[in-house]
């Protein structure tokens, strides 16, 4: 009791404070030209804008900021406005007065006002008086409560300062049930007491996110993490969850005596998985400078900058978004830098054999164009029977055409034609240069066909013209385009020197290469129909024709089989590769050479 009245005793004896007021601009504008004021010059010798100050409180102070004040204040006490002559393109004015804070009005930079020559501007301004502060005393039980004064935490103190007139009290604390209060402040009632808060029980809560693992914080105290069930008394509390790589969330949570309590949070991830996929494969990747290891990252959200290279190509790059959770897959496909090999050779009968790296590229006879050669460094090899072997070193440049012209040199070696037993077939057949039919040739008999064509002649030619349609560079264009090895099948072959059977056993053989080269899928279809090739699902498919002739001299019969393959892309009926082999036979005394 004595302490009350000493406190009591102690307000009683405090001078109260004074404040000084505020004045507010409420509103500003131009008025009408009919205001114009032209007698009069502003301190930079223009005519002076004016600005009109509509206000009931008297003892206004104006001036220039900045700039010079020429004139001073006009007031009219029968309006209530004061008269105030600026300087063009003013920009700000204060206004004064003793009993109030002094005001900067921002003409420009806040009310949007460019203050011209002979213009007329009227504010209307208003004031809020000063407001009288005493000291007061709360005072609550138990002791410690939190005291909320206005909204505005003062925190567990007992003396205050507050100006005169209502206020709304609200007094909280752990463990109690919270109260609110309106009270009168006046300097005859200064002590607020007899304030008893109700002890409560606390209370089971849950709170959970997704994804888990969130930790949990309690007005900026860590509890634990999600999911997680704490005890709390009943109340208000700030609550934070964070977790790596996702958007905190920051909420006000009310915790009830009754109810259930659970507080669930779907978490947002604020990185992205950024995926880079490439054709051909194994080049390098940088994004932003920073190169990628494997084929993706995870990066916050933002602008990124991918480069991507590999020698022998064109480089790409492209600068792409990245939304925070939205992942992003980009495919580049880099262009291969190519050349063009004109090739020419003599005699035209000659074996070539392109290699880069160690690595057989292509194989063929006689001149030939390549395109779309890779850039870099080749080796060519050049062979024919009669002649020296020879090889060249070749540079294939990006975008240019490299010619290249071989004549082989004659061997001095005569070549020899070894007898074989008949029963090694395979041993009857050998490649010579081609020649030319004579106008004695004529088509062969049904004997001539049936012993001069076999097995292995089936085998040996598939398996060099197969090898041939491999190395061109369709096969590889296909592949970087679609992403696919491409599906082939074999149509109609047609001859007027083999029977149905021989025919056969050679597209079989055609089939066995494509097959097993691995590089091409193939698709079966019905070679009756010459047009059933369409159906059969195939991207290309391969036709041809066998033609055959003899020339006869003597007891001497040279036999010559020509085999022409093409391959046409089904799609666009377009002949892509054309494919030629020339065999010879000779018969004497029915015995067969090669």
């Known amino acids: 009791m004595k302490r009350f009245i000493l406190i009591f005793f102690i307000l009683t004896l405090t001078l109260s404070l004074n404040a000084l007021g505020t004045l507010r601009v409420e509103s500003i504008k131009e008025l009408p030209v009919t205001h114009k004021q032209l007698s009069v010059y502003g301190a930079d010798g223009k005519f002076a804008p004016v600005l009109i100050i509509k206000s009931e409180l008297k003892g206004l102070g104006f001036q220039n900021i ?9 007031y009219n006490k029968n309006k209530n406005e004061y008269k105030f002559y600026m300087n063009d393109n003013q920009r700000v004015v204060e206004i004064t007065h003793s009993d109030y804070v002094p005001l900067e009005v921002l003409l420009l930079d806040d009310y949007g006002v460019n203050v011209d020559a002979q213009r007329v501007y009227e504010i209307i301004l208003t004031n809020v008086p000063e407001k009288e502060f005493i000291n007061i005393v709360i005072i609550s039980d138990p002791p410690g409560a939190e005291k909320i004064i206005d909204n505005k935490n003062f925190g567990t103190g007992q003396s205050f300062e507050l100006f005169i007139g209502s ?10 049930k919270s109260i609110t209060r309106e009270i009168e402040v006046s300097k005859s009632n200064t002590l607020f007491n007899n304030l008893n808060l109700q002890e409560v029980e606390p209370i089971i809560i849950t709170i959970k996110s997704t994804p888990l693992g969130a930790s949990i914080f309690i007005d900026d105290v860590v509890i634990g993490e999600t999911n997680y069930q704490p005890f709390l008394f009943p109340g208000k509390y700030n609550l934070r969850l964070s977790l790596s790589k996702y958007e905190t969330i920051e909420k006000m949570i009310t915790v009830t005596e009754v109810g259930s309590n659970i507080f669930s949070y779907n978490l947002e991830k604020q990185t992205a998985i950024l995926k880079v996929k490439t054709i051909p494969e194994n080049v390098d990747v940088y994004i932003n400078n920073e190169k990628l290891n494997g084929e993706s990252k995870e990066v916050s959200a933002g602008k990124y900058r991918i480069e ?14 990245v939304l925070k959770g939205k992942n992003v897959t980009e495919m580049f496909t880099l262009k291969q830098k190519t050349g063009k090999l004109l090739f020419s050779v003599q005699p035209m009968e000659a074996q070539i054999v392109l290699k880069k790296n160690d690595n057989t590229i292509q194989n063929w006879s006689g001149s030939n164009s390549l395109s779309n050669l890779s850039i870099g460094d080749y080796t060519i090899s050049i062979t024919c029977n009669g002649y020296k072997n020879k090889s060249r070193e070749v540079t294939i440049n990006v975008e240019e055409t490299t010619k290249l012209n071989i004549i082989l040199e004659r061997s001095n070696i005569k070549s020899k034609i070894a007898k074989k037993p008949k029963s090694e077939l395979e041993n009857r057949i050998k490649e010579e240069e081609q020649i030319d039919s004579t106008p004695n040739s004529k088509i062969l008999n049904n004997s001539e066909r049936n012993i001069n064509w076999n097995d292995t002649d089936s085998r040996l030619v598939a398996e060099q013209m197969i090898k041939d349609l491999m190395y061109r560079p369709w096969l590889q264009d296909f592949i970087l385009l679609e992403n696919s090895k491409p599906i082939l099948c074999v149509g109609v072959i047609n001859s007027n020197s083999l029977d149905n059977q021989q025919v056969d056993g050679f597209i079989k053989a055609l089939e066995r290469e494509l097959i097993n080269s691995g590089k091409v899928k193939f698709s079966i279809t019905e070679r009756n129909n010459a047009d059933n090739y369409k159906l059969c699902g195939a991207d290309f498919v391969i036709k041809g024709v066998i033609k055959s002739n003899i020339d006869q001299a003597g007891n001497r019969k040279a036999i010559f089989f020509q085999i022409d393959l093409e391959l046409v892309d089904i799609k666009l009926n377009k002949k892509i590769w054309i494919g030629s082999k020339e065999i010879r036979k000779t018969l004497v005394n029915r015995e067969y050479k090669w």
């Open 66 to 74: 900045g700039r010079p004040t020429k004139h001073a204040p006009i």
């Open 308 to 321: 991507v290279s590999k020698g022998g190509y064109f480089k790409d790059s492209r600068t792409i978004d």
């Open 167 to 176: 206020h709304s009290l609200k007094l909280q604390k752990n463990g109690y």
